[in-house]
C-alpha cells in the first residue's frame, strides 16, 4: 500500500513523443492524408504542392540516378562530412574552452565577453566575412558551422564546471590524484549531462547554418541541391530535400537522448 501511494503521488514528467509512439503514427498518417487529398483536389499547384505518387517518382529518380549530374548520396555525404567536421570542433573547442572558464574567473572574464557580443548574430551574417578571410571553399563553411555552434556547447559546459561540488575535487586532490586525473575523473563527469545538452543545442544550430551555407557558397550538398532545384521551379526534388533534412535532424535527436541516457545514467536518480 505504501509503494502505491508513493507511485500515485509522484509527479508525472513532461510528456513525450517516445511515450506515445501510436499517437505519433497517427500523426504522421493523417498529415500525408490531407497532403494526398489537397494535392489531388487541385486547390494548390503541383508546382507548390506536388502529390505523393509524383514524390515517389522522382525520388527514385534521384536517389538512383542524382540530380545536376551528382549523385544524391554523393550530396548527401558532402553535408554529413561538412557537418561531422564543423560540429566535432564546436564540441571540442566548446567544452575545452568552458571548463577553463568554469574552474577560472580571469580566464572567463576574459572569454565571455565576446561570445556575448557574437552569439546573437545569424551566422550567416559573418559568414561573408569569413568566405573574403578564407575562401569559397571548405574552410569557410566549416569555420562558419564551428562558430555557430560553439556557443550552446561552451556556455552549458561552463556553467557545469563553475558548479563542480569543491568537495569532490578537495576528495581527489587528497588522494593525490593530479590535476589531469580530477579533470578526467571529477569534473568532467560532472559537467556531462550540461555538454550533452549543449551539444544537442548546438547540432541543431550547426545543421540550419550548413544549409544556409551551401545555398550560398556550394556548388554541393543537400543545401546546394534544394537551392537549385527552388531556382528551376522543381518542387519534388526541393521537398524531397527537406524531408531528408528532416529525417537526418530527427535521427540525429534520438542519438543525443540515447547517449544522454547512456552516458549520464545517474541523473535524476538522486
Do not use: H
Not at 34 to 62: F, N, Q, T, Y
Amino acid at each position: 500500500m505504501a509503494t502505491r501511494e508513493r507511485r500515485r503521488r509522484q509527479p508525472r514528467g513532461p510528456l513525450t513523443a517516445g511515450k506515445f509512439p501510436t499517437v505519433s503514427v497517427v500523426s504522421v498518417v493523417t498529415g500525408l492524408c490531407a497532403w494526398a487529398a489537397i494535392a489531388s483536389s487541385g486547390l494548390l499547384s503541383k508546382i507548390l504542392l506536388p502529390p505523393p505518387s509524383e514524390m515517389w517518382r522522382v525520388a527514385g529518380i534521384l536517389f538512383s540516378q542524382g540530380y545536376a549530374g551528382v549523385s544524391f548520396w554523393t550530396n548527401y555525404g558532402v553535408s554529413l562530412l561538412r557537418l561531422a567536421e564543423g560540429f566535432g570542433l564546436a564540441v571540442v573547442i566548446g567544452t575545452t574552452l568552458g571548463i577553463a572558464m568554469g574552474r577560472n574567473r580571469v580566464i572567463s572574464n576574459l572569454i565571455y565577453p565576446l561570445i556575448e557580443v557574437y552569439r546573437p548574430l545569424p551566422a550567416l551574417a559573418y559568414f561573408t566575412l569569413l568566405v573574403l578571410a578564407l575562401g569559397t571553399g571548405e574552410a569557410s563553411k566549416i569555420a562558419v558551422l564551428t562558430l555557430g555552434g560553439l556557443p550552446p556547447v561552451l556556455l552549458a559546459t561552463r556553467e557545469a564546471a563553475a558548479t563542480v561540488r569543491q568537495d569532490r575535487v578537495e576528495a581527489a586532490r587528497s588522494m593525490g590524484l593530479s590535476p589531469i586525473r580530477i579533470l578526467m575523473i571529477v569534473i568532467l563527469p560532472s559537467c556531462l549531462p550540461e555538454i550533452i545538452t549543449g551539444a544537442r543545442i548546438g547540432f541543431g544550430l550547426c545543421f540550419t547554418t550548413l544549409v544556409a551555407a551551401e545555398m550560398i557558397a556550394a556548388n554541393s550538398g543537400l543545401g546546394w541541391m534544394t537551392y537549385q532545384a527552388g531556382q528551376y521551379a522543381e518542387s519534388s526534388v526541393l521537398v524531397i530535400g527537406l524531408i531528408v533534412m528532416g529525417f537526418t535532424g530527427i535521427v540525429a535527436d534520438l542519438g543525443f537522448r540515447l547517449l544522454y541516457r547512456r552516458l549520464t545514467p545517474w541523473v535524476g536518480k538522486a
